[in-house]
Structure formats: C-alpha cells, structure tokens
C-alpha cells in the first residue's frame, strides 16, 4: 500500500505561483515513477507531469511545459510540483499519483495509487 498526501494548494491571482506537494509514505518511494493530473470542473482528469523513480527523466504536458516543474527528494518521499505564471486556466483539482513500474507516463491506468488531491484557483 502506498498512501499519497497532497498540499500547497489555494488561491492565486494569474501570473502567481504555486508549490504543490506530495507526501508518499507506504512502500520504499524511490522505486517508483510519480505523476501529476489535475482535473478542472466539467472536464476529465488529464496528465500534467510525470517524473521518474531516480528523478533524472521528466516530461510535461504541453500547457504546462516551461512554466511547471515537477521534482522529487527520496529522502523526504515527497514530489514536488513548482507551478509559475499561472494562468486562469490551470483551475483544477490537482492529483499525485504513483507508478509502482517506476516507467513514469500520460497515461492515468499506469498509476497505481492516487492522493485525495488539492485544490489550485487562479483568479483572472
């Protein structure tokens, strides 16, 4: 069992910027890929970042590539997500998720376990 833990969600006016964090605590965190979805009301959960088990590969969504950065430090099982010129449009329930595969991916049916997620507003 893995248990995932998000924080640093809230409300922040566009251009801000935010730290997600994800506190994994269960089976041994540096075997395994972590990701990143969010989900925005009326809309389907979709990928954001992915990160792998050593953390020397990552990969981002489009509509988040240069402004997002995801990390890790596998001495504190937590995962990172740096979140920068925010944008009205990045609203969304944010989720961690981890890959026990360690592969890191897009695709949400790779991910074994899920946070409870953490709510990101950015006001216009």
């Known amino acids: 069992q893995v248990q995932l833990v998000e924080s640093g969600g809230g409300l922040v006016q566009a251009g801000g910027s935010l730290r997600l964090s994800c506190a994994a605590s269960g089976r041994t965190f540096s075997y395994y890929a972590m990701g990143w979805f969010r989900q925005a009301p009326g809309k389907e959960r979709e990928f954001v970042a992915t990160?792998?088990?050593?953390?020397?590969?990552?990969y981002y969504a489009d509509s988040v590539k240069g402004r997002f950065t995801i990390s890790r430090d596998n001495v504190k099982n937590t995962v990172y997500l740096q979140m920068n010129s925010l944008k009205p449009e990045d609203t969304a329930v944010y989720y961690c998720?981890?890959?026990?595969?360690?592969?890191?991916?897009?695709?949400?049916?790779?991910?074994?376990?899920w946070g409870q997620g953490t709510q990101v507003t950015v006001s216009s």
């Open positions: 998720a981890a890959d026990l595969r360690g592969r890191g991916t897009d695709r949400q049916s790779a991910y074994d376990y």
């Open positions: 990160i792998s088990w050593s953390g020397g590969t990552t």
